[in-house]
């Protein structure tokens, strides 16, 4: 028997719950005998009846297993604590609670992992009809600065909806960082990823959780936490004044031979200033690089993590 879990990470879904039970159980009905499934639903500090329902569905069906915050902590905390508990299964699955992702392609999805020998099935959205313009652009300008300034490369249309083999939850969960940015998490363990083309749907019911605050602390978390280029600002910066105090310095010293009684305060006293300046923000660039390294190392990642070896049994490992 292969066990399979589908996490539900649940913040005020008390509306849509009930349908998206009932519409994710069918799904499951028709998955082959050989597979076991649960939902761990993800109770995200919920204010509505949120919880209430999921315990009513787990008193049914004990195939409903739950998690329940003492406070709203986001998504990220909920895929986490959904795949900390998950991870002793075959197969890990994500999906939102508001039928956006839909149940339909789980099988699909399990079938590339399960049986083509892929390790993850991930969906990747169409396309963006329905989101406004400003969302849409600032979302791609997004995705276009982090790739240049980060190691991974994080696909603009890639979603959390996905079905994972145990090996690359364990890799996703030994990330040991507070700031969790699963987009960037998903892309920075690697691993063989199928992807599959899927539209959202529209919800459900009930409304969507991210506001525009919520948006840009998302986009914040995610650059400050892949990359460390802003830290080197004052090395470009610095630079830059340094080029500057050369030019006027030489403009003066021209000028004096050229024009008869021309006196060269003015460019001297531009170059002192911007000589100054150079110093000042090469010496912040010097504490930007420590500082970037600082930061690299206190988030303590895996230094590789190994997909397959014949070296041992259980072949999971992480760098020491
Ligand atoms: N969610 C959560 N905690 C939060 C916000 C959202 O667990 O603080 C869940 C929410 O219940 C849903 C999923 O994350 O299952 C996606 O949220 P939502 O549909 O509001 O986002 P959108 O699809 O609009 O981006
Ligand atoms: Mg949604």
Known sequence: MKTLSLIVPCYNEADVLPFFYDETSKVISTLSSEYLTELVFVDDGSKDSTLEIIKELAVRDPAVKYI???????????????????VKSDYIGILDADLQHSPDIIPTMLDFVDKQGFDVAAARRTDRTGE???KTTLSQSFYKIINKLSEVNISESAQDFRIMKSDVVKAIISMPENIRFSKAIFSWVGFNVKWIEHEDRERAAGQTKWSF??????????????????????????ILCGFIS???????FVKNIVVADYSAVVPIIL??????????????????????????????????????????????????
Do not use: H, W
């Open 213 to 238: 605050k919520n948006l840009i602390k998302y986009a914040l978390d995610g650059i400050l936490g892949f990359t460390s280029t802003p830290l080197r600002f004052g090395f470009v910066t610095g």
């Open 246 to 252: 050369v030019i006027a310095l030489l403009y003066g």
């Open 68 to 86: 329940s915050f003492s406070r709203n902590f986001g998504k990220e905390a909920a895929m986490l604590a959904g795949m900390n508990y998950a």
């Open 271 to 320: 170059a002192a200033m911007f000589f100054i300046g150079a110093m000042i923000l090469l010496c912040i660039g010097v504490i930007g690089e420590y500082l970037a390294r600082t930061y690299t190392e206190v988030k303590g990642r895996p230094k590789y993590i190994i997909a397959q070896t014949n070296t041992r049994n259980n072949f999971y490992s992480i760098g020491e």
């Open 132 to 134: 406004s313009k400003l």
